[in-house]
């Protein structure tokens, strides 16, 4: 969703009553606790929402609620903190993992977790993503990869794939003139500061499955005190990948899996 | 039993956060203030329970500061004027989210990298945004190394009582150099839970959100008018200056910080030779004693600025004023120190030309 069409929506986020919505012969399942009312303002079919949901449902299940603070990024996912029903900060472009830094060191006994998209993580805020992680800072970072920028319209991002268009790379990513995807998550996973690092996706319902597995992970792993969790959720961007969701999630398991393979880069208590 | 102790600028003020009961120092190493991060990192764990850490950057350090600030705990940074340029986006960043702070810019000669030497060349940046919006930090101004070490403690308390980042604007020398200072006792680090912080949404309140993204205009507006009434406010409470000898000078001189201490002893050699001169010095630059300065134009003949740039705070000076009076200045760049000589000369020259 652009900027642009988030300052339209916004006029008519109060018009959506939702006592229309959910009336209770239409409740097949509920919203976890840590879910706002506030509806969601990603276009349709974009992963981000599933991401959402994904996190608030762990949160729930460990119960820590009260404990827990965000950091959204700027990207789509700027708004996040109209969404988690928890205490929520809004970094600047690509410094979530610095604020997350600060918050976690005078709060070290809460859960703290940046959301951060592939230009805010991999691109502005490199500097900061490999330093966090270095120091193994006792935070999760929830890195949703989608190969583009979503919020300004579609540009190129760090993890473009090779060959695909975006609107500055509209011949598709020459890797001559504009550099290669960046597999940060293979990078992170060499740090020493970095205590789980997994990729994940929410394509397919088992995918779904295993990404809320990492996620509750990354979580509960804070409570050891042992560094960064980090895991990467690889999703699609619909409208400026410009297809149906549907082929949009196709496209995503023919084209962005077989380069960022799913599966736990680390995973302690196992070599890797 | 007054503690007295000699004290590099610095050390100083690393001491006085130490003191203040500061919770948490974030900084990247930058000459002429290093010596903030070395002295916290050496002292302030073990004595008080203090987060210090070394970022990677200014950019880190500045974000680090909103994040922890955000919880409601004291928390500040210090660099050198290239360190302060990269802060300025996460310094407009948390004067909107109107987070308490306090930022310490040693101030080096620039542009550019300019040199290590003391300057005060920052004023506009400081005084007059620096980052991107309309926004406005408490400047303070500290002229001695005690003042060094009672605006960090007073800087604190201005941060909280406005929830506003407070910026000490001191320079390369102050920072280096050696005097006598008296020290605050130890404060009790203690932790409020503030009702707008992040500490983890209880049951009794609603969530705390800390953003500066306001994406409609009406509410955007709505924020600065917002904005705009604390600053006011803060100018109406807030101004503090200096008067040296101005009650029967004809000539005054208006310098801040380090510089003013040299216009002092300037002034008193005018004296010496039947010239009366007095230094007007503004300590807090925001909010700048503007109507203070202009009553001082009906009483005297001749307004000298003096700085240590290229005439910055000039233009404050000119706008208080208003045309009452010719304002004169005399400057040094590129961090070199002027003179009480140098700046006596000058007082001579615009007093002869200047018709009693
Ligand atoms: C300092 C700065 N530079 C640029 C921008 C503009 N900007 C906003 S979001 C964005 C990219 C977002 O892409 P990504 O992080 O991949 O998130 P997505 O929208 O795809 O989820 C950019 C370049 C900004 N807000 N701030
Ligand atoms: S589909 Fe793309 S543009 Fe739309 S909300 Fe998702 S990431 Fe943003
Ligand atoms: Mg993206």
Redesign the interface.
């Known amino acids: 969703m652009n900027?642009r069409r988030?300052?339209d929506d916004?006029?008519y986020e109060n018009l959506i009553e939702e006592e229309s919505v959910c009336i209770n012969e239409n409740l097949v399942y509920d919203k976890p606790e840590t879910l706002t009312k506030t509806p969601m303002h990603y276009c349709p079919g974009c992963g981000h929402g599933v991401a959402h949901r994904l996190i608030a449902e762990v949160i729930d299940e460990l119960g820590i609620?009260?404990?827990?603070?965000g950091?959204?990024p700027v990207g789509c996912a700027?708004?996040a903190?109209n969404y988690f029903?928890?205490?929520?900060?809004?970094?600047?472009h690509g410094?979530a993992s610095?604020?997350?830094?600060?918050?976690k060191?005078?709060?070290p006994d809460?859960y703290v977790f940046s959301y951060q998209g592939d230009g805010d993580l991999a691109a502005i805020g490199t500097?900061?993503t490999i330093?966090t992680c270095n120091r193994g800072e006792n935070i999760l970072i929830i890195f949703i990869n989608n190969g583009i920028y979503g919020m300004t319209g579609g540009q190129m991002a760090p993890t473009t794939l090779e060959g695909m268009k975006t609107t500055t790379t509209p011949f598709g990513r020459d890797v001559q003139a504009m550099g290669y995807p960046l597999k940060i998550t293979e990078l992170i996973a060499q740090l020493p500061g970095v205590y789980y690092c997994s990729r994940v996706a929410v394509n397919t319902p088992v995918h779904v499955r295993k990404a809320k597995k990492a996620i509750y992970n990354g979580f509960k792993f804070q409570e050891l005190n042992k560094g960064v969790s980090f895991v990467e959720i690889v999703t699609n961007c619909p409208s400026n990948w410009k297809m149906t969701p549907v082929e949009s999630n196709k496209w995503l398991e023919e084209h962005m899996l077989p380069f960022y393979p799913l599966g736990d880069l680390k995973l302690p208590g196992k070599e890797n | 039993m007054k503690e007295l102790k000699l004290m590099k600028g610095n050390e100083a003020l690393a001491e006085a956060a130490i003191r203040a009961g500061c919770?948490?120092y974030?900084g990247y190493p930058i000459t002429p203030q290093s010596e903030v991060l070395e002295y916290l990192a050496k002292e302030a764990y073990a004595r008080t329970g203090m987060?210090v850490?070394q970022?990677?950057?200014e950019?880190?350090?500045i974000?680090?500061?909103?994040?922890?600030?955000?919880?409601g705990?004291k928390?500040m940074t210090s660099s050198s004027s290239p360190g302060i340029s990269l802060m300025q986006?996460?310094i407009s960043?948390i004067a909107c989210a109107e987070l308490p702070c306090l930022i310490v810019n040693v101030v080096r000669a620039g542009p550019g990298l300019g040199t290590i030497q003391p300057a005060q060349s920052d004023y506009f940046q400081a005084v007059k945004g620096g980052g991107h919006g309309d926004y406005k930090l408490i400047v303070l101004a500290p002229s001695t190394i005690q003042e060094m070490v009672d605006h960090t403690k007073l800087g604190f308390e201005l941060a909280f009582k406005w929830r506003n980042p407070v910026m000490i604007l001191t320079d390369g020398a102050l920072g280096q150099m050696m005097e006598k200072v008296e020290l605050f006792p130890q404060t009790e680090r203690k932790f409020e839970l503030l009702p707008w912080a992040?500490?983890?949404?209880?049951?009794d309140r609603g969530?705390?959100?800390?953003?500066?993204?306001y994406?409609?205009p009406e509410v955007m507006q709505e924020k600065n008018l917002h904005l705009q009434k604390k600053y006011k406010s803060i100018e109406r409470e807030e101004i503090r200056f200096e008067k040296y000898k101005c009650d029967d000078a004809e000539v005054v001189l208006l310098a801040f910080g380090l510089v003013a201490r040299i216009c002092k002893k300037a002034a008193d050699l005018a004296r010496e030779k039947g010239i009366k001169a007095g230094v007007f010095r503004p300590i807090t630059l925001f909010p700048f004693p503007y109507e203070e300065v202009n009553t001082l134009a009906d009483s005297s003949r001749i307004f000298l600025t003096v700085e240590m740039n290229a005439g910055q705070m000039l233009e404050d000076i000119r706008l208080a004023v208003n045309g009452k009076i010719q304002v004169d200045f005399t400057g040094r760049m590129g961090g070199i120190i002027p003179t009480p000589e140098e700046i006596l000369e000058k007082i001579i020259e615009i007093n002869e030309g200047v018709p009693a």
């Open positions: 900027e988030m300052l916004s006029h609620q009260e404990k827990t603070i950091v959204a700027v708004f903190y029903n928890v205490d929520m900060s809004e970094a600047a410094r610095a604020v997350a830094t600060g918050i060191r005078v709060l809460r500097g900061e330093h | 919770d948490a974030f987060v850490l970022a990677e950057s950019i880190a350090s974000n680090m500061i909103y994040g922890a600030a955000g919880t705990k928390v986006e996460g960043y992040t500490t983890g949404k209880t049951k969530r705390s959100i800390i953003t500066s993204l994406i409609q």
